[in-house]
Nanobody, 124 residues
Framework: VQLQASGGGLVQAGGSLRLSCAAS????????MAWFRQAPGTEREFVTV????????YYTDSVKGRFTVSRDIAKNTVYLQMNSLQPEDTAVYYC??????????????????WGQGTQVTVSS
């Protein structure tokens, strides 16, 4: 599967953005689909994941209640709706796909397929 992330940009604190991850080559129903992010000088960190069925999601604590992951099977696309953005959300956001078990899907090493990243910058 090939992944193409888009939708990043510059936004003021408190604003919103929606990221998209368009997949090609295989249906996203075959994968757990996740978003990770990486700020300068830090390791890539888990943000959220949606299961192959779409029935389960998981969020890192810092984004719970602000971010929502969803998918559109017809468009073979996964979305990340980000509300109430804060400067600490500034990072390059990556989408990723994995076909390993659900319990491992917070680990970046479980993901074989990655998009190219999209920059999100939140100004204070």
């Amino acid at each position: 599967v090939q992944l193409q992330a888009s939708g990043g940009g510059l936004v003021q604190a408190g604003g919103s953005l929606r990221l998209s991850c368009a997949a090609s080559g295989r249906s996203i129903r075959s994968y757990g689909m996740a978003w990770f992010r990486q700020a300068p000088g830090t390791e890539r960190e888990f943000v959220t994941v949606i299961s192959r069925s779409g029935g389960n999601t998981y969020y890192t604590d810092s984004v719970k209640g602000r971010f929502t992951v969803s998918r559109d099977i017809a468009k073979n696309t996964v979305y990340l709706q980000m509300n109430s953005l804060q400067p600490e959300d500034t990072a390059v956001y990556y989408c990723a796909a994995s076909n390993v078990v659900w319990s491992s899907l917070r680990d970046k090493n479980a993901y074989a397929y990655w998009g190219q990243g999209t920059q999100v910058t939140v100004s204070s």
